[in-house]
T-cell receptor, first 116, second 113 residues
Framework: EAQVTQNPRYLITVTGKKLTVTCSQN?????MSWYRQDPGLGLRQIYY???????DKGDVPEGYKVSRKEKRNFPLILESPSPNQTSLYFC???????????????FGPGTRLTVL | AQSVSQHNHHVILSEAASLELGCNYS??????LFWYVQYPGQHLQLLLK??????LVKGIKGFEAEFIKSKFSFNLRKPSVQWSDTAEYFC???????????FGTGTRLQVFP
């Protein structure tokens, strides 16, 4: 089954404790992206990647890191989480329809992160 | 700055009522346009998309959207909503100039039986 998976689905942590949220897709998509969803603000893009070893900042990259060592995986790293990073995070992947533009994005189930 | 605006933040309808959700984007030039839906507790799913061609796009579950270039709009419509359409709806646009996909802030739709 074609899907985007994220782990963990729920995470409660404390300020400053490094964490990683994994994202994996099995559709051989070139494009992958991380979003955070906050009430009244919709989805905002954190980072995206057009292909292996190619990553770029989205609209709200501060406090986050990503890596794309393999096509299927795109982990989101919070080196020193802070309470303002409490949010619902979605990973998404997509084919690139006409480079470098994306086609339909397929979203993971979300990771609800709480930073105390 | 490029942006996507959804002016209806919260819409409440009775079943069988008609729906129109507004979406405006601020980009110039060629754009790809999308509507995504998020049912309660679920992830986002694509409703429909516009890349080129016929500006009236039909999607899943009876939804359609019309691209009006002169108005920079891509409004979502459904002639008769159902209780199961209760969800949050997001418009998104990608400019060919920047290849960034930007989402609107979403519209929460509640449909009462």
């Amino acid at each position: 089954e074609a899907q985007v998976t994220q782990n963990p689905r729920y995470l409660i942590t404390v300020t400053g404790k490094k964490l990683t949220v994994t994202c994996s897709q099995n559709m051989n998509h070139e494009y992958m992206s991380w979003y955070r969803q906050d009430p009244g603000l919709g989805l905002r893009q954190i980072y995206y990647s057009m292909n292996v070893e190619v990553t770029d900042k989205g609209d709200v990259p501060e406090g986050y890191k990503v890596s794309r060592k393999e096509k299927r995986n795109f982990p989101l790293i919070l080196e020193s989480p802070s309470p303002n990073q409490t949010s619902l995070y979605f990973c998404a992947s997509s084919l690139l329809s006409a480079l470098p533009h994306t086609d339909t994005q397929y979203f993971g189930p979300g990771t609800r992160l709480t930073v105390l | 700055a490029q942006s996507v605006s959804q002016h209806n933040h919260h819409v409440i309808l009775s079943e069988a009522a008609s729906l129109e959700l507004g979406c405006n984007y601020s980009y110039g030039g060629t754009v790809n346009l999308f509507w995504y839906v998020q049912y309660p507790g679920q992830h986002l799913q694509l409703l429909l998309k516009y890349f080129s061609g016929d500006p009236l796009v039909k999607g899943i579950k009876g939804f359609e959207a019309e691209f009006i270039k002169s108005k920079f709009s891509f409004n979502l419509r459904k002639p008769s909503v159902q209780w199961s359409d209760t969800a949050e709806y997001f418009c998104a646009a990608e400019s060919y100039n920047t290849d960034k996909l930007i989402f609107g802030t979403g519209t929460r739709l509640q449909v009462f039986p």
